[in-house]
């Protein structure tokens, strides 16, 4: 089956450690997000890259950090930097440069300060 | 950027339709608008998608007249498994960056 797989499910920080988040695809789409969700909140976005070695900041850049080396991955760094960074983490893929195709979520990561 | 506004909330019960409507009056002639639904611990799903006027699937229908300044979801005979976040997402080919409104939490009761 095609999907986004995200892994771990639960992940825990200690104080001053980065941690990374894995994103697959194996849907062959070119573009890909981050998103940081939380609680009762909406998504908001991260990064995102549209092809292999490029990426953009979203709105919410600091403290993170992303690589785009392989197509079907793309994953993201929570460094130290992110003083708060606990929350639902969601990655999603669409196919780029096709204005009305919609994004595919994986189930997301959620990640707490020890 | 498209920028989307939403209500926060909406209660319904089981049978009734279910109305949401987001409003985007900066939406680019590139946009589409595109409807998910989270449920909690979940990544969102796609419902529904349209470019104008009127879009029906087995699930939902989108209503957008034709100024484009806002849309509708319209949910039929909602069920307590439809208790859910729904958000609206306008965004298109420009730059890629798709992002997400605050969304629409519905409390379906009994």
């Known amino acids: 089956d095609g999907g986004i797989t995200q892994s771990p499910k639960y992940l825990f920080r200690k104080e001053g450690q980065n941690v990374t988040l894995s994103c697959e695809q194996n849907l062959n789409h070119d573009a890909m997000y981050w998103y940081r969700q939380d609680p009762g909140q909406g998504l908001r976005l991260i990064y995102y890259?549209?092809?292999?070695?490029?990426?953009q900041k979203g709105d919410i850049a600091e403290g993170y950090s992303v690589s785009r080396e392989k197509k079907e991955s793309f994953p993201l760094t929570v460094t130290s930097a992110q003083k708060n960074p606990t929350a639902f983490y969601l990655c999603?893929?669409?196919?780029?440069?096709?204005?009305?195709?919609?994004?595919?979520f994986g189930d997301g990561t959620r990640l707490s300060i020890l | 950027l498209a920028k989307t506004t939403q209500p926060i909330s909406m209660d319904s019960y089981e049978g009734q339709e279910v109305n949401i409507t987001c409003s985007h009056n900066n939406i680019a002639t590139n946009d589409y608008i595109t409807w998910y639904q989270q449920f909690p611990s979940q990544g969102p799903r796609f419902i529904i998608q349209g470019y104008k006027t009127k879009v029906t699937n087995e699930v939902a229908s989108l209503f957008i007249p034709a100024d484009r300044k806002s849309s509708t979801l319209s949910l039929p005979r909602v069920s307590l498994s439809d208790t859910a976040v729904y958000y609206c997402?306008?965004?298109?080919?420009?730059?890629?960056?798709?992002?997400f409104g605050g969304g629409t939490r519905l409390m379906v009761k009994p």
């Open positions: 999603a893929s669409r196919i780029a440069g096709q204005g009305g195709e919609p994004q595919h």
């Open positions: 997402l306008v965004g298109g080919y420009a730059g890629n960056m798709l992002t």
């Open positions: 890259s549209q092809i292999v070695n490029d990426f």
